[in-house]
């Protein structure tokens, strides 16, 4: 299993940005993808998942209303549009998968089988 991040930078507040996570070695379609960050000094926090076999999504209210998560099962690709970004959304953010896709009710956030390196991003004031 492999999750490869791509698409982190810095950006200035406001401004947006798009994260892409490409997997391989699993059935991607069949599993629950989310995306996690992690801000200096701060614990990592799951902020959306999505589970396309079962046409569900979700997203921590920290980021709801400004992010979007998709997936294009084609390209064993999940997209995570982030618009409306503050200093505060700054960290490094991982995208993560786990065959069990009832995880995408919200307790993905407690953890995921597998998981890829991450990818930063800055956004200045």
């Known amino acids: 299993v492999q999750l490869v991040e791509s698409g982190g930078g810095t950006t200035q507040a406001g401004g947006s940005l798009r994260l892409s996570c490409t997997g391989s070695?699993?059935?991607?379609?069949?599993?629950?993808i989310a995306w996690f960050r992690q801000a200096p000094g701060k614990e990592r926090e799951g902020i959306s998942c999505?589970?396309?076999?079962?046409?569900?999504?979700y997203y921590s209210n920290s980021v709801k209303g400004r992010f979007t998560i998709s997936s294009d099962n084609s390209k064993n690709t999940v997209y995570l549009q982030m618009n409306s970004l503050s200093p505060e959304d700054t960290g490094v953010y991982y995208c993560?998968?786990?065959?069990?896709?009832?995880?995408?009710?919200?307790?993905?956030?407690?953890?995921?089988?597998?998981w890829g390196k991450g990818t930063q991003v800055t956004v200045s004031s």
């Open positions: 993560a998968a786990d065959p069990k896709t009832y995880v995408v009710s919200g307790t993905f956030r407690y953890g995921m089988a597998h």
């Open positions: 070695g699993f059935p991607f379609k069949d599993y629950a």
């Open positions: 999505i589970a396309s076999s079962i046409s569900s999504t």
